[in-house]
């Protein structure tokens, strides 16, 4: 049994986007997940890339996936590395794939000289938590992460709030 961790090309969209239906399975949120090839192939390969995503192959299969991009912190004054989804297929759980990929960021954000990688994690998701625990990760408990979306986003940007 074989892991080869491979950066993301344009041709593996159809793949991104059903690791991507995977999660949102795994998490309960099919209902928001609108992802279509379309959108996801202007997003990460269109003229402006939004994001990078990494691939994760277990004997020639899509086995799971990491989709980063980066982000800055003002009071280290580099850039760090957000980690938006990872997410290993059950079948492929247990082989060391989500920690080959958290290690392949770490590794990217040293090479691109970032101060830190972070991620969210959903409260419900002990196991995940516990993993991340393992690898040396600590909750940041004195944040609470603040969203805006759809109309309201549209309201806001329109000053109609």
């Given at each position: ?77 580099r850039?760090g ?6 997410f ?21 954000a ?26 040396g ?8 992460v ?16």
């Amino acid at each position: 049994m074989s892991l080869v961790l491979r950066p993301a090309t344009r041709a593996d969209v159809p793949v991104i986007r059903e690791l991507i239906e995977g999660l949102a399975d795994y998490e309960k949120l099919r209902h928001e997940c609108i992802a279509t090839d379309a959108l996801l192939d202007a997003a990460l390969f269109g003229v402006r890339p939004y994001a990078e995503v990494v691939i994760a192959e277990w004997d020639g299969a899509s086995a799971g996936f990491a989709l980063f991009f980066h982000n800055f912190s003002t009071f280290l004054a580099r850039p760090g590395i957000y980690l938006e989804d990872l997410f290993v297929r059950p079948a492929y759980r247990g082989h060391g794939i989500g920690k080959a990929l958290l290690q392949y960021l770490a590794q990217q954000a040293v090479s691109r000289d970032c101060g830190r990688l972070e991620w969210s994690v959903l409260d419900w998701n002990v196991d995940a938590i516990g993993f991340y625990e393992k690898l040396g990760a600590r909750p940041q408990d004195e944040w609470t992460v603040y969203r805006v979306t759809g109309d309201t986003l549209t309201h806001l940007a329109n000053g109609a709030l």
